[in-house]
């Protein structure tokens, strides 16, 4: 079974900073765009940042400056460091990754998403 999996969520003051680690897992070939997005109370999920397989990332401007994405290929693992946190950051950050699969009988190329980690920052 494949799966996304975050961590590192919690609880930080305004100005400080978060690490979310996100590992997928199960019959992988291969991994292209990851990224991550967030989704705050009463509003529609955002992108955040992406980075593909291979070039430049992509950050949402609100974060630019602020917040890195980096990747593991080795380990199949996407990073978010999060720095200068404030409190419009506060929200469910969710990984996604374009992944090529191993399915029964075939092979099949799909967006998958992790169960989502819960980001709040106090003032």
């Known amino acids: 079974q494949v799966q996304l999996v975050e961590s590192g969520g919690g609880l930080v003051q305004s100005g400080g900073s978060l690490r979310l680690s996100c590992v997928a897992s199960g019959r992988i070939f291969s991994i292209n765009a990851m990224g991550w997005f967030r989704q705050a109370p009463g509003k529609q999920r955002e992108l955040v940042a992406t980075i593909p397989s291979g070039g430049s990332a992509n950050y949402a401007d609100s974060v630019k400056g602020r917040f890195t994405i980096s990747r593991d290929n080795a380990k199949n693992t996407v990073y978010l460091q999060m720095d200068n946190l404030k409190t419009e950051d506060t929200g469910v950050y969710y990984c996604?990754?374009?992944?090529?699969?191993?399915?029964?009988?075939?092979?099949?190329?799909?967006?998958?998403w992790g169960q989502g980690t819960q980001v709040t920052v106090s003032s």
């Open positions: 996604n990754a374009d992944m090529t699969t191993a399915q029964p009988g075939r092979v099949e190329r799909e967006a998958y």
